[in-house]
């Protein structure tokens, strides 16, 4: 009962945040500087033929007609025809969007799982090393910038030992077989999901030690060791349960922070991706295209954080219960 | 008054006692001021600016790379050799110069000069440019005959030019630099004018002779695509990371801490729209939408600067409201309302100074984010084009041949500086929260 009412709330906020993101994407895309017509209509053509392409594209409507009719659009997925290649922008970002899913979920994937071991893991083993081995690589994924260390990774594995593709999402020409087809891509992937990883796993690996030591400390954990239970035991039913649902929140909140970094690692390994796909629209002045790009990227983090909210009232059972939760 | 100032200069004395005892808090001071030092005494780092182009030839090595990697042993530096007198006048006898040249085969090089005829009576004569070599050998590089008064013609000689490569008798594909440059000693540079010319009374003129071999090594990191000196643009771009850095975190900090003070202490109608405003802002993908501000709003520095601080208060915000609900609540913010303080005075003398060690150390924490995202978006190539970044930097390393030329000494600079200014900045602001906040003690 707790549950559903907090679920209805959360999804009440996350469409208000997309159509947040909908209306500032209304407004900034007629911030352009000069006329926004001024791009796809040429200043020699006659004023009737200016008005006639105006009414082709909607513009000659007052702003909150044009406002309504764009959250129409948008929620039909019709994200308008792209300027420099005259398709529709939605075909374009269909064609893009699984290969952003594939490096997306399997960097992410491999990051937060490695990362996540490694903490438990050296939160069981507490020693000079491990302390430094961690903190160490959560300053390493703070500090350093991560399309650095990409491109490091690109010139090493790219160029000096060329064993490694340095660009693309699959071999021209594609190799022959399914077999082979995946491996191709496979062998594309490993640079890319690769360097995010051993960008990415530290601040993972910190986090979940510090907060797994300080579960440790905790008196239960004491009265667990006194009932004599295994380590192992002590480690997976007890601490890491307690630490898992702020973890969970972590994981989900670190999407927007992730999403921005795909963009980067898509243009550095040139991935034929949204992220790609955005930067390439801005670089030409693709206004529907970078329009419809940014949408979809605000989109998949809005539908994360909204899933983040629905396993995270799972997880805590002061939610699900409904005890003294703060919903 | 004189007791209040004294309490505050005992509370500053006893923090730097206490953070003079943290090793890591004091090297992240030391690399500060040292980058502090490199961006204010800039001009006097480097003898270039960071615009200048031409410097050697394109992608050159370091200097230094002459002692230490054998192929490089013997490469060369930039000659540049103008004539000493700004004005010959040619009668019969050729003019030359001496070029003392050191080194292994140069890849171009390029000459230009001013010259005009003066010919009161129509008669034929010519003059021809020409290299010779230490072993005599004559390169002719340029050469023209004329029947009467020219204008000033300004010649520019290229060794890639086909048809210098073609009066030289080479096919495309040979190179003219390596060609003439490839012993060394003393090369002379002459204009000599065609037999017959004293004949006449016809007078050549040359001025702002310059010969230019752009070297293949070249200062202490070497050259980028343009010829321009990479560690002036390393030095410089400390100026422009320092600046973005510490102005965006005060810019975000200031209005994180008003908001959430304001949020925090008011409560209410305010507070619920505010902090969902956050959780709006927080649930928009950064680089993305700074991507898109940034090239609608233009590139400019300070654009930069406003944009990064206006997806970076919300922590802040989060963080000092949670702090504000606290002291809200204590007695001596009851004893102040009681006497009948404004809620701006409570807020502002009260409040505030409570939360500030809050503040500074994330302040401190922000500086790091802030330069990185200013390097991602301009490596990107949507930072401000008119300064050198070293998020420029690494752009136009990916883009302008780093990888093809292995020219790691492009790549590996940049991001070291960013990365010890960033360590530097985390270990201060963990101090500071060591000192200040023991409960934030273990967060990055």
């Given at each position: 009962?707790?549950?559903?009412?907090?679920?209805?709330?959360?999804?009440?906020?996350?469409?208000?945040?997309?159509?947040?993101?909908?209306?500032?994407?209304?407004i900034?895309?007629?911030?352009?500087?000069?006329?926004?017509?001024?791009?796809?209509?040429?200043?020699?053509?006659?004023?009737?033929?200016?008005?006639?392409?105006k009414?082709?594209?909607?513009?000659?409507?007052?702003?909150?007609?044009?406002?309504?009719?764009?959250?129409?659009?948008?929620?039909?997925?019709?994200?308008?025809?792209?300027?420099?290649?005259?398709?529709?922008v939605?075909n374009?970002?269909?064609e893009?969007?699984?290969?952003?899913?594939?490096?997306?979920?399997?960097?992410f994937?491999?990051?937060?799982?490695?990362?996540?071991?490694?903490?438990?893991?050296?939160?069981?083993?507490?020693?000079?090393?491990?302390?430094?081995?961690?903190?160490?690589?959560?300053?390493?994924?703070y500090?350093?910038?991560?399309?650095?260390i990409?491109?490091l990774?690109?010139?090493?594995?790219?160029?000096?030992?060329?064993?490694?593709?340095?660009?693309?999402?699959?071999?021209?020409?594609?190799?022959?077989?399914?077999?082979?087809?995946?491996?191709?891509?496979?062998?594309?992937?490993?640079?890319?999901?690769?360097?995010?990883?051993?960008?990415?796993?530290?601040?993972?690996?910190?986090?979940?030690?510090?907060?797994?030591?300080?579960?440790?400390?905790?008196?239960?954990?004491?009265?667990?060791?006194?009932?004599?239970?295994?380590?192992?035991?002590?480690?997976?039913?007890?601490?890491?349960?307690?630490?898992?649902?702020?973890?969970?929140?972590?994981?989900?909140?670190?999407?927007?922070?992730?999403?921005?970094?795909?963009v980067?690692?898509?243009?550095?390994?040139?991935?034929?991706?949204?992220?790609?796909?955005?930067?390439?629209?801005?670089?030409?002045?693709?206004?529907?295209?970078?329009?419809?790009?940014?949408?979809?990227?605000?989109?998949?983090?809005?539908?994360?954080?909204?899933?983040?909210?629905?396993?995270?009232?799972?997880?805590?059972?002061?939610?699900?219960?409904?005890?003294?939760?703060?919903? | 008054?004189?007791?209040?100032?004294?309490?505050?200069?005992?509370?500053?004395?006893?923090?730097?006692?206490?953070?003079?005892?943290?090793?890591?808090?004091?090297?992240?001071?030391?690399?500060?001021?040292?980058?502090?030092?490199i961006?204010?005494?800039?001009p006097?780092l480097?003898?270039?600016?960071?615009?200048?182009?031409?410097?050697?030839?394109?992608?050159?090595?370091?200097?230094?790379?002459?002692?230490?990697?054998?192929?490089?042993?013997?490469?060369?530096?930039?000659?540049t050799?103008?004539?000493?007198?700004?004005?010959?006048?040619?009668?019969?006898?050729?003019?030359?110069h001496?070029?003392?040249?050191?080194?292994?085969?140069?890849?171009?090089?390029?000459?230009?000069?001013?010259?005009?005829?003066?010919?009161?009576?129509?008669?034929e004569?010519?003059?021809?440019?020409?290299?010779?070599?230490?072993e005599?050998?004559?390169?002719?590089?340029?050469?023209k005959?004329?029947?009467?008064?020219?204008?000033?013609?300004?010649?520019?000689?290229?060794?890639r030019?086909?048809?210098?490569?073609?009066?030289?008798?080479?096919?495309?594909?040979?190179?003219?630099?390596?060609?003439?440059?490839?012993?060394?000693?003393?090369?002379s540079?002459?204009f000599?004018?065609?037999?017959?010319?004293?004949?006449?009374s016809?007078?050549?003129?040359?001025?702002?002779?310059?010969?230019?071999?752009?070297?293949?090594?070249?200062?202490?990191?070497?050259?980028?695509?343009?010829?321009?000196?990479?560690?002036?643009?390393?030095?410089?771009?400390t100026?422009?990371?320092?600046?973005?850095?510490?102005?965006?975190?005060?810019?975000?900090?200031?209005?994180?801490?008003?908001i959430?003070?304001?949020?925090?202490?008011?409560?209410?109608?305010?507070?619920?729209?505010?902090?969902?405003?956050?959780?709006?802002?927080?649930?928009?993908?950064?680089?993305p939408?700074?991507?898109?501000?940034?090239?609608?709003?233009?590139?400019?520095?300070?654009?930069?600067?406003?944009?990064?601080?206006?997806?970076?208060?919300?922590?802040?915000?989060?963080?000092?409201?949670?702090?504000?609900?606290?002291?809200?609540?204590?007695?001596?913010i009851e004893?102040?309302?009681?006497?009948?303080?404004?809620?701006?005075?409570?807020?502002?003398?009260?409040?505030?100074?409570?939360?500030?060690?809050?503040?500074?150390?994330?302040?401190?924490?922000?500086?790091?984010?802030?330069?990185?995202?200013?390097?991602?978006?301009?490596?990107?190539?949507?930072?401000?084009?008119?300064?050198?970044?070293w998020?420029?930097?690494?752009?136009?390393?990916?883009?302008?041949?780093?990888?093809?030329?292995?020219?790691?000494?492009?790549l590996?600079?940049?991001?070291?500086?960013?990365t010890?200014?960033?360590?530097?900045?985390?270990?201060?602001?963990?101090?500071?929260?060591?000192?200040?906040?023991?409960?934030?003690?273990?967060?990055?």
């Amino acid at each position: 009962m707790v549950y559903s009412r907090y679920l209805l709330k959360r999804l009440i906020y996350a469409l208000m945040v997309l159509f947040i993101i909908i209306t500032f994407n209304f407004i900034i895309f007629r911030l352009i500087p000069g006329d926004a017509t001024k791009m796809i209509i040429d200043p020699k053509f006659t004023s009737e033929a200016k008005a006639e392409l105006k009414r082709e594209f909607g513009l000659h409507e007052p702003t909150h007609v044009q406002y309504i009719k764009y959250v129409g659009n948008m929620i039909k997925f019709d994200l308008g025809i792209s300027f420099s290649t005259g398709r529709f922008v939605i075909n374009e970002l269909k064609e893009r969007l699984p290969n952003t899913m594939v490096l997306f979920l399997t960097s992410f994937v491999l990051t937060v799982v490695i990362g996540i071991s490694i903490g438990v893991y050296t939160a069981s083993k507490q020693g000079t090393f491990s302390d430094g081995f961690v903190t160490g690589a959560g300053l390493f994924t703070y500090a350093v910038p991560a399309f650095w260390i990409q491109l490091l990774l690109l010139m090493l594995f790219g160029y000096y030992i060329p064993i490694l593709p340095v660009h693309g999402t699959i071999s021209a020409p594609q190799p022959y077989g399914l077999f082979l087809q995946i491996l191709d891509r496979v062998h594309h992937l490993i640079l890319p999901a690769g360097s995010n990883v051993i960008v990415g796993f530290g601040s993972w690996a910190l986090y979940t030690r510090n907060t797994m030591l300080e579960a440790l400390d905790q008196d239960y954990i004491v009265t667990a060791k006194a009932k004599g239970l295994k380590e192992n035991i002590i480690l997976r039913h007890h601490a890491l349960r307690s630490v898992l649902p702020p973890i969970i929140t972590l994981v989900f909140g670190a999407l927007p922070g992730v999403v921005s970094g795909a963009v980067i690692t898509e243009t550095i390994f040139s991935w034929h991706g949204v992220g790609k796909y955005l930067t390439d629209a801005i670089m030409m002045q693709d206004y529907p295209a970078a329009q419809g790009a940014f949408y979809l990227i605000a989109l998949a983090v809005v539908v994360c954080n909204f899933a983040a909210d629905i396993i995270y009232g799972f997880v805590d059972p002061r939610i699900r219960i409904g005890e003294g939760g703060k919903e | 008054m004189n007791k209040y100032q004294l309490r505050v200069e005992t509370g500053v004395m006893s923090f730097w006692k206490r953070y003079k005892g943290k090793p890591l808090g004091m090297i992240g001071l030391i690399i500060v001021i040292i980058y502090v030092f490199i961006a204010i005494f800039a001009p006097f780092l480097t003898p270039y600016s960071p615009k200048q182009i031409l410097l050697a030839d394109r992608i050159a090595a370091p200097l230094w790379f002459r002692y230490v990697i054998p192929k490089y042993n013997n490469a060369p530096q930039t000659v540049t050799i103008g004539f000493d007198s700004p004005l010959y006048e040619i009668k019969d006898m050729p003019v030359s110069h001496i070029i003392e040249y050191n080194y292994s085969a140069p890849k171009t090089f390029s000459l230009t000069f001013d010259c005009w005829v003066n010919a009161p009576f129509h008669s034929e004569a010519g003059f021809e440019c020409l290299i010779k070599t230490p072993e005599g050998r004559e390169y002719s590089l340029w050469g023209k005959s004329y029947s009467s008064d020219s204008d000033k013609q300004v010649v520019r000689i290229d060794s890639r030019d086909l048809g210098l490569k073609q009066r030289l008798g080479l096919t495309i594909f040979e190179d003219p630099a390596s060609k003439i440059f490839s012993s060394r000693g003393d090369y002379s540079l002459i204009f000599r004018p065609n037999p017959g010319f004293g004949d006449t009374s016809t007078r050549l003129y040359i001025s702002n002779v310059k010969l230019h071999i752009p070297g293949l090594v070249h200062g202490i990191l070497g050259t980028d695509h343009m010829g321009s000196d990479l560690w002036t643009q390393l030095v410089y771009g400390t100026r422009i990371s320092l600046v973005i850095g510490l102005s965006a975190a005060v810019i975000s900090v200031a209005v994180g801490t008003a908001i959430g003070i304001i949020c925090g202490y008011l409560g209410g109608v305010i507070d619920e729209f505010i902090m969902r405003a956050v959780d709006v802002f927080l649930a928009i993908p950064v680089l993305p939408i700074l991507i898109i501000l940034g090239a609608i709003l233009g590139k400019s520095i300070w654009n930069i600067v406003i944009l990064v601080s206006a997806f970076a208060w919300m922590n802040t915000a989060r963080l000092v409201r949670s702090q504000t609900l606290s002291l809200r609540e204590r007695i001596f913010i009851e004893a102040a309302k009681a006497s009948g303080g404004s809620d701006i005075y409570i807020m502002s003398t009260h409040i505030l100074p409570n939360v500030l060690p809050l503040v500074f150390a994330s302040m401190v924490l922000l500086i790091p984010t802030a330069i990185l995202t200013e390097a991602s978006l301009s490596f990107l190539g949507f930072g401000d084009p008119r300064v050198a970044t070293w998020g420029r930097m690494l752009h136009n390393a990916r883009g302008f041949g780093a990888f093809t030329t292995l020219a790691w000494w492009w790549l590996v600079p940049p991001g070291l500086a960013i990365t010890f200014l960033s360590l530097a900045f985390v270990f201060i602001g963990n101090t500071i929260n060591e000192i200040f906040n023991p409960k934030y003690r273990e967060r990055l």
